[in-house]
């Protein structure tokens, strides 16, 4: 009788659990079908929107202190060993790095979307999207799934739903409640890589980026720093290094928060003031527009600059160097690239990502309490644990053969 594997979440976790699950049944004869299940109504939607559409895969530093959730030294090992870049090419996609960043040769995340729908076709991995699975209930050897659209018999669950960020892709937190039925442990999950909002933010910076390097402080102390680029908004401050710098908040939240920024980097202290000393001896003045942002320099002079003197030099280097804007909360889950928090690692095979509750039943990627850096750390993951998943249920069908 054809085994029945069904992956609920056409995400990226689970399009390459598919694919490679697929190519092994096709090629060793066995008798079992691989079907996806997909809430949206289309597979990998989140896959395509990746990196602004260029998608970072991986980075050449897998070390776990890019990594945050509970449990994680026993991951070490899966993350570390993963050669996303190989993987691919052998499904015929290029990838090189740029940087410490792995991105495919076309910098396209539809490359990636594409591969991996060719190669779900090519072993014959069918899929339903716009099926929303709605509870699992295990009947002796058998899981049922209760969809909106029908009812679903399968001899292995695969939960690759995502969590509960950016919930327009589907990843709506609904896997944690499938998982909890079966009796796992849910961490309470927080938006990380996300925007940070701030008291009273002039609208009038909305649109300015500067790139230096940016410090989180936590009543007065220093946390942890970003090199790279931000980007004022609205409401506060995104850009890569500012969601990077949030995922520290919530550890703080409880204490005042807030982001310095030093928007001339290639100077020491001592070295801006001595510059900006020589041009007052040149000029009599000094324009801060000609060294910044022209919209961030008139907000840092009104009001903070008396007069442009060289007893102001200090002041002046503090404003450059370390200005600082309060932080008063976070955008919430739909603005966030990944939620902290999720399903107890520890409950699941740290190799094969069975759950020790329930045999036959997987979760892999961002439905389990893993949460990365940016910088493709958290695809890097999921596609570890997509092959990791699909092994573990192909030498599980040779032993029953």
């Known amino acids: 009788m054809t085994k029945q594997i069904m992956i609920i979440g056409g995400g990226s976790c689970g399009l390459v659990c598919g ?5 092994f049944i096709a090629e060793s004869d066995l008798d079992a079908q691989v079907t ?10 989140k ?3 990746t990196g602004n559409g260029r998608c970072n895969l ?10 945050e959730g509970h449990g994680l030294s026993a991951l070490e090992s899966l993350i570390q060993n993963f050669d996303v870049q190989t993987f691919f090419e052998e499904l015929g996609l290029w990838s090189k790095y740029q940087g410490d960043l792995l991105y495919p040769q076309s910098e396209q995340a539809a490359s990636v979307h594409e591969c991996l729908l060719r190669t779900l076709n090519k072993y014959h991995v069918s899929s339903i999207c716009e099926c929303d699975v ?10 049922h799934l209760y969809t909106n659209q029908k009812e679903f018999i399968c001899d292995y669950v695969v939960l690759s739903m995502g969590g509960d960020a950016a919930s327009q892709f589907g990843s709506d937190g609904s896997g944690f409640e499938l998982l909890k039925a079966l009796g796992h442990h849910i961490y309470p999950t927080v938006p990380s890589l996300v925007q940070l ?9 909305k649109g300015v980026r500067i790139h230096g390097t940016f410090k989180l402080y936590a009543a007065q102390k220093e946390v942890h720093q970003e090199k790279g680029e931000i980007l004022f908004t609205e409401y ?3 850009g890569i290094s500012i969601l990077q710098l949030s995922r520290y908040y919530q550890q703080y939240s409880d204490q005042k928060i807030e982001i310095g920024i030093d928007a001339v980097d290639q100077y020491e202290a001592s070295q801006l003031k001595e510059k900006l000393k020589w041009q007052l001896q040149q000029n009599g003045e000094l324009q801060l527009n000609g060294i910044i942002h022209q919209k961030y320099a008139n907000y840092l002079e009104n009001g903070r600059i008396k007069e442009y003197s060289y007893k102001d030099l200090n002041t002046i280097v503090q404003l450059l160097k370390d200005y600082r804007f309060e932080i008063t909360g976070t955008k919430g889950k739909e603005s966030a690239q990944v939620c902290i928090g999720g399903a107890d690692v520890s409950e699941f095979n ?3 990502f069975e759950s020790k509750l329930s045999a036959h039943l997987y979760a892999g990627g961002e439905i389990l309490d893993v949460a990365g850096d940016c910088g493709g750390y958290n695809l890097h993951f999921a596609f570890a644990c997509g092959n990791a998943i699909a092994k573990a249920i192909y030498q599980s069908l040779l032993m029953e053969v």
Do not use: F, Q
């Open 134 to 143: 709605e509870s699992i209930v295990k009947k002796k050897e058998n899981y």
């Open 36 to 45: 996806i299940l997909e809430k949206k109504e289309k597979l990998g939607k």
């Open 58 to 67: 991986s980075n050449r530093d897998l070390s776990m202190n890019h990594y």
């Open 350 to 352: 740290n190799e094969t």
């Open 47 to 49: 896959l395509l929107a």
């Open 197 to 205: 909002v701030c008291r009273d933010m002039d609208k009038r910076l």
């Open 19 to 23: 694919a490679v699950l697929g190519r």
């Open 236 to 238: 506060g401050l995104s």
